[in-house]
T-cell receptor, first 112, second 112 residues
């Protein structure tokens, strides 16, 4: 299993702006997932993108995947205060039920 | 559906005491996981289960034991708590191991 590495570690933007965070990984993947964690709560699944997909949308979220660069990005458009949270990527490279690992996350703060 | 629930929400233990954390899911998922989350460390997998009656070690299993006697429940035990086990513990479940994991709200454990 491999761990994704999110960048930046922290991001502060104004409400209404777009937020972009990145995830890099080391070996080829089957899929990559993004999760959100609001303060003091469990993780919530946002999007899963498979290795043969390049882009995926869900509401205000857009995820891209570049397997040649071994990286993914999560874009949140028109940010809201409720988007303040930590965001984690989880690349899955196979290997069984213990193969999904989480990075340390990007902490996003939306300023009113 | 309640999803994934965890009991208790918060607990304080003295060094050497024992306790059991209970995780329950009502989604009929085969796979269940226990993670711990420490500041700056992300989520680390403690133990996981691929079905009723099965358990396996994750990344940081030492000092913990688990049991999955019923499909819907996954118990995490600390036989002799240590201050290093102070953490937030999350349970998760999934239908298949390589896709979405559903997380519980977490248990905050403080070992004095």
């Amino acid at each position: 299993s491999q761990q994704g590495e999110e960048d930046p570690q922290a991001l502060s933007i104004q409400e209404g702006e777009n937020a972009t965070m990145n995830c890099s990984y080391k070996t080829s993947i089957n899929n990559l997932q993004w999760y959100r964690q609001n303060s003091g709560r469990g993780l919530v699944h946002l999007i899963l993108i498979r290795s043969n997909e390049r882009e995926k949308h869900s509401g205000r979220l857009r995820v891209t995947l570049d397997t040649s660069k071994k990286s993914s990005s999560l874009l949140i458009t028109a940010s809201r205060a409720a988007d303040t949270a930590s965001y984690f990527c989880a690349p899955y490279s196979g290997g069984g039920a213990d193969g999904l690992t989480f990075g340390k996350g990007t902490h996003l703060i939306i300023q009113p | 559906n309640a999803g994934v629930t965890q009991t208790p929400k918060f607990r304080v233990l003295k060094t050497g005491q024992s306790m059991t954390l209970l995780c329950a899911q009502d989604m009929n998922h085969e796979y269940m996981y226990w993670y711990r989350q420490d500041p700056g460390m992300g989520l680390r997998l403690i133990h996981y289960s691929v079905g009723e009656g099965t358990t396996a070690k994750g990344e940081v299993p030492d000092g913990y034991n688990v049991s999955r006697l019923k499909k819907q429940n996954f118990l995490l035990g600390l036989e002799s708590a240590a201050p290093s086990q102070t953490s937030v513990y999350f349970c998760a479940s999934s239908y298949v191991y390589y896709e979405t994991q559903y997380f519980g709200p977490g248990t905050r454990l403080l070992v004095l």
